[in-house]
């Protein structure tokens, strides 16, 4: 682990350990340096993600792929001169979810996926496989604070919408043509109330049926298409007028 650290030569993500004593002392500070979260954790949580129990009191996880930062994933917008189409994931722990998403998100041409430190997975290798090459071209970005992004975005003159089952606007009647960022809860509770009040509207899509709402993956598909929609709308040449 604390070569690992040292060489920089694989993409950690962040370390979990049960403890900060002296034993793990020069790893905590090691990992500072490289700019690696660190979270202590409780037995539980290392015996659920380590069942055999041979993990000496620290976990490491090793992204699929390196992140990428805001301004790096603002500026693959700017560069190809389209309006920043963002999607922000608030906690989706399934790998399978993500990867779903991944895929989806980057056949819509989305500039950039978003995910948080913690109450999520990370780029795993299941991740990698199940968004079936997508992670490859797409730029994923890992924040401590979701809230915090939101209100950068949004400074930087993006419209924050969240996706909520209980909104009253449909997905279907905002304005996706301009700077953009679509929040999407995980599987469970959805979008935190702290990080749904920070957004500029919510939306909905519309549920005929029983079922109250979508995996997050289809939800991430059907709201982006709709995007997609829009901005070919406003792309496509008018046409020309017929001949008499």
Known sequence: MREAL?????PLQRLLLLRTDRQFHDLVQLAKVKRVPVHIEPPPAFARLVPTGNHQGVIAFIAAKSFSTTEQILGLAKSRGEKPLLVLLDG???PHNLGAVLRTAEAAGVHGVFIPERRAVGLTPVVAKVS???IDH??????????RLIQDLKEKGLW???VDPQAEQLHTDI??????????????????????GECDGRIRI???GKVQSLNVSAAAAVT??????????IAAPAAKPSES
């Open 175 to 196: 304005d996706m043509t301009g700077p953009i960022a679509l929040v999407l809860g995980g599987e469970g509770e959805g979008i935190r109330p702290g990080v749904l």
């Open 206 to 208: 519309p549920m005929l």
């Open 132 to 134: 079936a090459g997508a």
């Open 92 to 94: 989706v722990e399934d």
């Open 224 to 233: 982006l298409f709709e995007a997609v929609r829009q901005r070919r709308r």
């Open 6 to 10: 040292r060489a920089g030569t694989r």
């Open 160 to 162: 924050v919408y969240g």
């Open 138 to 147: 797409i730029h994923v970005g890992c924040v401590a604070n979701l809230v």
